[in-house]
């Protein structure tokens, strides 16, 4: 294989909360379309972004269309690679069974590394 | 190098937009392309055409649109546009509607993708 066939390292980094502002949602739905391009799409959840996972959220009384069912269709667009930041989520009083979905709680260190390999860095 | 700029905030109340034009200047006077310049967010506000600041203020919009009649491709996400009152007619010229997956070919075909927002 060429280096131009080589699929494209595309990161989405998922900073914000997910209600409060559009970004965690208008994100998500770059994430979606990206599926379709085949690339090696991977999602990290960072810092407020890990609440956007969390399980029980009702927005009922936002007046706001809810969204965290949505990442469950993640892995039916092939998008498996989801990543979340462990520091963040202890801060947060959070673990992995927390979440409405399975992702990888990574150490910051190879965070680090793994976002210095990617051609593209989102964030969101 | 190649650039591709994403601007996520709505031009005046937020500084992306300025420091994306600034940047984008800069690249293009180093010798640098701008692959594309994607607004998403808020930053399709950028595209409106009713803009009208104030005379002794720059202006936003127009300055885009010189970045689009000089060749560089503009391109405002239809979804966030809808959400937003943005449509072909209010559309400023230089640029164009189209869907996000442009964002990720913009992407995958340059160098760098450099974002501004907040």
């Known amino acids: 294989m060429s280096e131009e066939e080589q699929p494209t390292k595309i990161m989405f980094v998922m900073r914000k909360p997910p209600h409060g502002s559009i970004y965690a949602y208008e994100g998500l739905e770059v994430i979606l379309i990206s599926a379709a391009y085949e690339q090696d799409v991977s999602v990290m959840f960072m810092g407020d972004g890990v ?10 009384e936002l007046g706001i269309k809810g969204f965290a069912k949505t990442y469950g269709v993640l892995e039916g667009y092939d998008i498996e690679k989801i990543y979340v930041d462990k520091l963040s989520l202890e801060e947060r009083g959070l673990t992995e069974d927390d979440l409405v979905i399975d992702v990888e709680v990574l150490e910051p260190a190879k965070i680090n590394e793994m976002m210095n390999e990617q051609h593209v860095l989102m964030p969101f | 190098m ?4 994403l601007i996520q905030e709505g031009p005046y ?11 984008i ?6 010798g640098h392309e701008i692959r594309g310049i994607f607004f998403y967010n808020d930053g399709v506000l950028n595209s409106t055409k009713l803009m009208d600041p104030p005379q002794d203020d720059r202006h936003i919009q127009k300055r885009w649109t010189e970045l689009g009649e000089k060749g560089i491709d503009i391109v405002i996400c239809i979804a966030a546009a ?3 009152g943005i449509a072909e007619e209010n559309l400023a010229p230089g640029m164009r509607i189209s869907g996000l997956g442009q964002l990720i070919e913009m992407g995958i075909t340059s160098d760098r993708m450099v974002t501004f927002g907040s």
């Open chain 1, 51 to 60: 609440l956007a996972l969390k399980k029980g959220q009702d927005t009922t």
């Open chain 2, 2 to 5: 190649n650039y591709t700029i």
């Open chain 2, 13 to 23: 109340n937020h500084t992306a937009s300025d420091s994306a034009y600034n940047f």
């Open chain 2, 25 to 30: 200047q800069a690249a293009l006077e180093k």
């Open chain 2, 82 to 84: 809808k959400r937003r």
